[in-house]
């Protein structure tokens, strides 16, 4: 399996809160690190904000809402990189 196709930890971790948030309509093995978590997968409003406050749960981190928009939360992928990877290295 190539680099660029393997799921890490964070990734499985974070579609877990997906899962979770989505409330069982889409299962966990369904969401790709590729899928765009409001287009593909329906995230509404009110489950991003659910979501958010599970990540910080889930990682014990604090997300700075402020600097977030919905280009975050293009992908698992992305979000992963970008946004915990961010709250990761100002810990």
Not at 20 to 30: D, F, H, N, Q
Not at 65 to 81: A, C, G, K, N
């Amino acid at each position: 399996m190539s680099s660029a196709t393997e799921i890490t930890e964070t990734e499985t971790r974070v579609r877990n809160v997906l899962a979770e948030v989505l409330e069982g309509r889409i299962p966990v093995e369904e969401i790709t690190v590729d899928a765009d978590i409001v287009q593909d997968l329906g995230l509404d409003s009110l489950q991003a904000i659910q979501f958010l406050l599970r990540v910080e749960d889930e990682f014990d981190v604090e997300l700075d809402y402020e600097s977030l928009s919905l280009d975050h939360l293009r992908s698992v992928r992305f979000f992963t990189t970008e946004v915990l990877g961010r709250s990761a290295r100002e810990q």
